[in-house]
Structure formats: C-alpha cells, structure tokens
C-alpha cells in the first residue's frame, strides 16, 4: 500500500482525529499535505475550534528548543556565542553569588545543550501546575537567574533530564550575543533566508521569547527547518555544525540519544526528531532523503493521533 493510502485509511478509521497538519517531503519536494480541525492552544491561551489550513499558524511547543540549537550554530559561526565548551555561568556574570559557587563552575553550555546540567529540575507534573519546573520557570521574575539556582543534584555530563530551562539559557545566549530578542534575530538569521515570513514567538510575563516552547509555525515551514538539515545547513546554518548538532552524544534508552536540543535514533533505520507536546514532530530521515512535519491538539495527552500517523508515514 503506498503512503498515501497509508494515510487515508488512518484518517478513515478515526485513529486521528485530533491531527492538525501533515507536510512529508521526499527528496526536498512536498509529495503529502493534510489539514484537519479541532481544538487548539496557543501556550496559555486557548484559540477554541480551529479549521487548519497551509496557511495556519501552529504551536510547535518543544519543537522550539531544535530550532533554538539551529540559531545557536548561526550565531557561533558569525562569532557572536562562545564555543560549546565555554563555561556557563560566566555567560550570566550579573548572578554573582552563583557565578562564585564553586559547584556549579564546571557547568559549561554544552551541558545546557545535552540536557546534562545536573541540576534539580522535574517536567513531569502537567504543563498548567507551578509544580512543573519549566512553569515554575515562566512565573518567575528571573528566568535565568531561576534555572542557573536550582540545587545541584549531581555532576554535570553525567545523565539526561529533560529541561526546558536548558533551551531557556540558550536563547539568552543567543540573544544577548546578537544584542537583541532571540525572535528579532531568528526572523533574520533563519527564518527571512528560509523563506519562512510568518512566524510568532509566545513571550512570558517578562517580555522574553519562550525559547523552549513558544514557537509558532505553519506546518509547511516546519517541514523547511527539516529540509535545512537534510541540505546541509543551505549555507544558512554551517554545516560542521549541523553534523555536531546531531551527533548522538547521551543516551536516553537503547537506540535512542540526545545530540545538541535534538533526538536521535542509533538503531537500523537512522534519523533525528525534534518532539513537542501536543504531538508536534519533525522528523528527518536522511538516508531516505524524507521529512515528515505533524501538528496536532493532544496536549498533556499521549499523542496517539501523531503517532498513528507517524507509523503510516514510515510503514511500521
């Protein structure tokens, strides 16, 4: 049965009913688009019933972190962010309490990148209680000042915790580097070059983007970010630094690693993703030269209707 038949019979069958877009590229060309309706969120804010269409703006939620690694390598190429190895706290020298704990003064941004900080930090509570970290984070006065104080728990380097806070320290790198809002430098390093004119980033109380879950894109310009990698970088993003991007670099589980803000398979069938909430994805699979973007409405939910149709996308 050919993908797209694939596809249909998972729409007609109902194991879907929540999917919000589809884009899949093979070999840098659109070869499947699907847009359906439901509810929807924008973080924070619900948008009630919404008809998707090519031209609809979607949460991307965690998807945003994979884009923030991509804005990084921009902005270490054009000098204006440490190398990875650069020590942290020395990026936030206004904490200088913490800038002169000596516990925290291996922590370097390539442990921000991994995921490794070895600070205390919990994203399992649901993403509308305080009790989960990265919200916690959001009602904070100071983001980064709440990241960078959290117990130490353990060494550096050591083991990945999945942290929204990470993504948080990065874009404040990002942006102070560049000397303006990370959204502001995003519009003209990446998206502008891309072609991509339509994009919002959520903002916190504080006016800052939501560096690890903010970001609003239509499904189409998704699957462009994945095409970027297959690409190369297309002179955007350097290319050394998209192989050291998603070079697998700490283990989850068997078969499947973090590199720098993205996953990686390592088993037979090799590819990356970026993963949000809701079941936003963006896969890549470059052997076979495939892109499969998904939007979908299942927020703090199990994503059965991305998976469904990630399954018939990838015939397993």
Same mark, same amino acid.
């Given at each position: 049965?050919?993908? $797209?038949? +694939?596809?249909?019979?998972?729409?007609?069958?109902?194991?879907?009913?929540?999917?919000?877009?589809?884009?899949?590229?093979? /070999? &840098?060309?659109?070869?499947?688009?699907?847009?359906?309706?439901?509810?929807?969120?924008? *973080?924070?804010?619900? !948008?009630?019933? *919404?008809?998707?269409?090519?031209?609809?703006?979607?949460?991307?939620?965690?998807?945003?972190?994979?884009?923030?690694?991509?804005?990084?390598?921009?902005?270490? &190429?054009?000098?204006?962010?440490?190398?990875?190895?650069?020590?942290?706290?020395?990026?936030?020298?206004? #904490?200088?309490? !913490?800038?002169?704990?000596?516990?925290?003064?291996?922590?370097?941004?390539?442990?921000? !990148?991994?995921?490794?900080?070895?600070?205390?930090?919990? %994203?399992?509570?649901? #993403?509308?209680?305080? $009790?989960?970290?990265?919200? =916690?984070?959001?009602?904070?006065?100071?983001?980064?000042?709440?990241?960078?104080?959290?117990?130490?728990?353990?060494?550096?380097?050591?083991?990945?915790? #999945?942290?929204?806070?990470?993504?948080?320290?990065?874009?404040?790198?990002?942006?102070?580097? =560049?000397?303006?809002?990370?959204?502001? #430098?995003?519009?003209?390093?990446?998206? +502008?070059?891309? /072609?991509? /004119?339509?994009?919002?980033?959520?903002?916190?109380?504080?006016?800052?983007?939501?560096?690890?879950? /903010?970001?609003?894109?239509?499904?189409?310009?998704?699957?462009? *970010?994945?095409?970027?990698?297959?690409?190369?970088?297309?002179?955007?993003?350097? @290319?050394?630094?998209?192989?050291?991007?998603?070079?697998?670099?700490?283990?989850?589980?068997? &078969?499947? %690693?973090?590199?720098?803000?993205?996953?990686?398979?390592?088993?037979?069938?090799?590819?990356?993703?970026?993963?949000?909430?809701?079941?936003?994805?963006?896969?890549?699979?470059?052997?076979? %030269?495939?892109?499969? $973007?998904?939007?979908? @409405?299942?927020?703090?939910?199990?994503?059965?209707?991305?998976?469904?149709?990630?399954?018939?996308?990838?015939?397993?």
């Amino acid at each position: 049965m050919a993908m $797209a038949e +694939r596809i249909e019979a998972v729409l007609r069958s109902g194991k879907a009913p929540n999917l919000h877009g589809l884009v899949v590229m093979r /070999g &840098g060309n659109v070869v499947l688009e699907r847009y359906g309706a439901g509810v929807d969120h924008r *973080v924070g804010e619900s !948008l009630g019933h *919404v008809a998707f269409g090519r031209d609809t703006l979607h949460d991307v939620r965690s998807v945003s972190k994979s884009v923030v690694a991509l804005l990084y390598g921009i902005a270490l &190429g054009e000098g204006l962010v440490p190398e990875p190895g650069a020590g942290l706290m020395g990026q936030f020298p206004e #904490y200088t309490d !913490l800038v002169a704990d000596p516990a925290r003064a291996h922590l370097t941004i390539e442990h921000a !990148l991994t995921m490794t900080l070895g600070l205390d930090w919990n %994203e399992d509570a649901p #993403y509308t209680s305080p $009790a989960n970290s990265e919200i =916690a984070m959001e009602l904070a006065p100071d983001r980064y000042r709440y990241v960078l104080e959290r117990p130490v728990v353990e060494a550096a380097g050591k083991r990945w915790l #999945y942290c929204g806070g990470a993504t948080a320290l990065i874009g404040g790198i990002i942006a102070r580097g =560049a000397g303006r809002p990370l959204e502001e #430098y995003a519009a003209g390093a990446l998206f +502008r070059p891309l /072609g991509i /004119g339509d994009f919002q980033w959520s903002k916190g109380d504080d006016g800052l983007a939501m560096a690890a879950a /903010g970001l609003r894109l239509r499904p189409i310009d998704l699957a462009a *970010v994945g095409r970027l990698l297959l690409d190369g970088g297309q002179g955007i993003v350097p @290319g050394e630094w998209i192989r050291e991007m998603l070079r697998p670099r700490v283990v989850i589980a068997d &078969g499947f %690693e973090y590199g720098y803000q993205w996953y990686v398979s390592t088993g037979e069938r090799r590819w990356v993703e970026a993963i949000g909430n809701g079941g936003q994805r963006l896969l890549v699979v470059p052997d076979e %030269e495939l892109v499969v $973007a998904i939007t979908a @409405g299942e927020y703090d939910q199990e994503p059965a209707s991305s998976m469904a149709v990630l399954d018939a996308v990838l015939d397993r």
